[in-house]
């Protein structure tokens, strides 16, 4: 499978994913989360976006210009958005007071963070190995997918089992 196809399937599933969350979201009281799971549910709908955008992006470039090129500049985009995304996060789970804090143990974090710097690893490694360059890039993705998915579960099994 081409890396365009299997980045169009992780779109197909993100935007599903995206659509679950919206009906989550509905049944939950009056549509909001405490502050403890905020910034897991805030991180799981940024985290479907961004493999959206990401997945989608690629094909459209590749019809303007030459398939190295396109890897090269999506990458550069992956990167240079990955950082003040993960700052962004970690500036938002910092916020919370320390009763909130206390509420959520780190081993909900620590996956979750995990997986979003092993996306981050994976597409600053694309900008440095050409020759994986996609494949790299598709992980990366791929990889931000799962860090959404956990967010999910981390939220949904704290609060419901």
């Not at 993100?14 to 679950?20: I, P």
């Not at 009906?23 to 989360?33: I, N, P, S, Y």
């Not at 990366?140 to 939220?155: N, P, R």
Request: aromatic share 14%; glycine share 10%.
């Amino acid at each position: 499978m081409d890396p365009l196809t299997q980045l169009g399937l992780l779109a197909t599933i993100a935007a599903t994913y995206s659509g679950f969350i919206a009906v989550f979201l509905a049944f939950t009281k009056e549509g909001r989360f405490e502050l403890a799971d905020g910034h897991f549910v805030q991180a799981m709908v940024l985290g479907t976006i961004g493999v959206i955008v990401m997945s989608l992006t690629p094909p459209v470039l590749s019809m303007m210009m030459a398939m190295p090129d396109m890897w090269q500049v999506v990458t550069v985009f992956a990167v240079v958005g990955g950082g003040p995304s993960v700052i962004y996060q970690a500036w938002q789970q910092s916020r919370l007071s320390k009763e909130e804090s206390a509420k959520i143990p780190m081993g909900w974090h620590a996956p979750g963070w995990g997986l979003g710097f092993l996306a981050l690893a994976a597409f600053i490694a694309a900008m440095f190995y050409p020759n994986i360059r996609p494949g790299l890039y598709v992980a990366g993705v791929t990889l931000m997918l799962a860090t959404s998915i956990w967010c999910f579960i981390a939220v949904v099994f704290r609060r419901f089992f």
